[in-house]
């Protein structure tokens, strides 16, 4: 059994019954109080954060979680079909676990899942996709002396913005975490 001296961000313990992954956690000694763990941690099922304060040495469940890369293939209604590339072996994973980034998706990115057993429980989509903008405003020459942006809409149907210069057809790299564009792509 481990305790709250293990715990760090990004652990996966089960709280409460559930599954829970840490997002914040500090230590903290206030005055002269005992001190305790402030966590905040998200609940990977329904997706709700919740914080709590453990005291220190309380004894937690960490769980041992698989990361794998994986390629995904298709999207079956709610779930996203993906395959290790080394077995073949097929996942069906659902899409809220991807989150926001699930718009940038297309065929034959590498994305990676954890899995505690043969449970899928997270998914991250890559950090960075590589897009191309099919419909967009043209652009006007001398519209790069502004930070003023305008809406595009990528291949895979997500709409962004962007700066005023991005053309239809270019390609544009594209943060997924928060959904914004960096650069052009040559």
């Known amino acids: 059994m481990a305790n709250t001296g293990d715990i760090n961000v990004g652990s996966y313990i089960r709280f409460n019954g559930d599954l829970c992954q840490i997002t914040e956690y500090q230590h903290r000694t206030p005055g002269n109080l005992r001190a305790f763990y402030q966590a905040k941690m998200r609940n990977l099922k329904s997706g709700k954060s919740v914080e709590y304060r453990f005291r220190s040495g309380e004894e937690v469940t960490i ?7 994986l390629q995904f ?11 290790d590339n080394e077995t073949f072996e097929q996942f ?13 998706m297309k065929e034959a990115m590498t994305v990676k899942v954890a899995f505690e057993g043969d449970n899928p429980i997270s998914a991250d989509p890559p950090t960075f996709v590589e897009l191309e903008i099919t419909y967009t405003e043209p652009g006007v ?6 930070n003023t ?19 239809q057809g270019e390609k544009i790299k594209i943060d997924t975490r928060t959904s914004s ?6």
């Open 63 to 69: 769980i041992r979680v698989d990361f794998k890369e």
């Open 73 to 83: 293939i298709y999207a079956e209604g709610d779930n996203m079909v993906c395959m």
């Open 92 to 104: 069906y994973i659902e899409g809220t676990m991807f989150g926001n980034g699930l718009k940038f």
């Open 141 to 146: 020459k001398g519209d790069t002396a502004t």
């Open 149 to 167: 942006l305008k809406s595009a809409t990528l291949e895979t149907g997500a709409t962004i913005n962007v700066p005023l210069f991005c053309n």
């Open 181 to 186: 564009y960096v650069e052009r792509v040559k």
